[in-house]
């Protein structure tokens, strides 16, 4: 079974904090995403990677960055957290040959 | 106008029911169609998955992909309480970049016992 981790299930955070959320596959898969989730809004695409040290923006990539020094993990910073930044954070992964996403649990943001 | 269109719901039906979920798209690139379940505070998983036009069965569910119409559906025969859960579809073209997909808002279903 492909498995998909989240460092932390549950964050809260201070305005201004730099935060770090990780993400962790153990299938070898090539690309990972991250995404967040608000109720009315649906999932959106922050960063993708397609390889290692390899990054793309997404659709709201503002206030974000990301870190992909290994190939099973993927880190994304979020440089001076707002609360505007409270959210569920999903991670995902695929590899090439295939469409479809594995998600892990995700980690519920608060920034207060 | 989104790309991908989900009928929003929310759904309530009694256990046993026929349940119709769909959604339409506007981009006639996407080829690969999937739909995720997503339980309450835990990540979306992968339900289904279909390549271009047809339909697909697995148990309970089945998956129909219209391509001349841009519209897609998951259909759930004999509804179970387990079932309750909110539903995402999801597209991705032939040439997409690192296969990104496309997500539908999702549609939360609700089976009463």
């Known amino acids: 079974d492909v498995k998909v981790t989240q460092s932390s299930r549950y964050l809260v955070k201070r305005t201004g904090e730099k935060v770090f959320l990780e993400c962790v596959q153990d299938?070898?898969?090539?690309?990972m995403f991250w995404y967040r989730q608000d109720p009315g809004l649906g999932l959106r695409l922050i960063y993708f990677?397609?390889?290692?040290?390899?990054?793309e923006k997404g659709d709201i990539p503002e206030g974000y960055s990301v870190s992909r020094e290994k190939k099973e993990r993927f880190s994304l910073i979020l440089e001076s957290a707002s609360t505007n930044q409270t959210s569920m954070y999903l991670c995902?992964?695929?590899?090439?040959?295939?469409?479809?996403?594995?998600f892990g649990p995700g980690t519920r943001l608060t920034v207060t | 106008q989104k790309e991908v269109e989900q009928d929003p719901g929310p759904l309530s039906v009694p256990e046993g029911a026929i349940v119709s979920l769909n959604c339409t798209y506007s981009?006639?690139?996407?080829?690969?169609f999937m739909w995720y379940r997503q339980y309450s505070r835990k990540g979306p998983e992968l339900l289904m998955y279909?390549?271009?036009?047809g339909n697909k069965e697995d148990g309970r569910f089945t998956a129909q992909v219209d391509k001349s119409s841009k519209y897609i559906s998951l259909f759930i025969r004999d509804s179970q309480p387990s079932d309750s859960a909110t539903y995402l579809c999801?597209?991705?073209?032939?040439?997409?970049?690192?296969?990104?997909?496309?997500f539908g808002d999702g549609t939360t279903l609700t089976v009463k016992p």
């Open positions: 995902a992964s695929r590899p090439d040959r295939v469409r479809e996403q594995y």
């Open positions: 299938m070898d898969h090539e690309n």
């Open positions: 990677s397609y390889d290692v040290k390899m990054k």
């Open positions: 981009n006639s690139a996407f080829q690969y």
């Open positions: 279909t390549y271009s036009s």
């Open positions: 999801a597209m991705s073209g032939y040439n997409t970049n690192a296969g990104k997909s496309t």
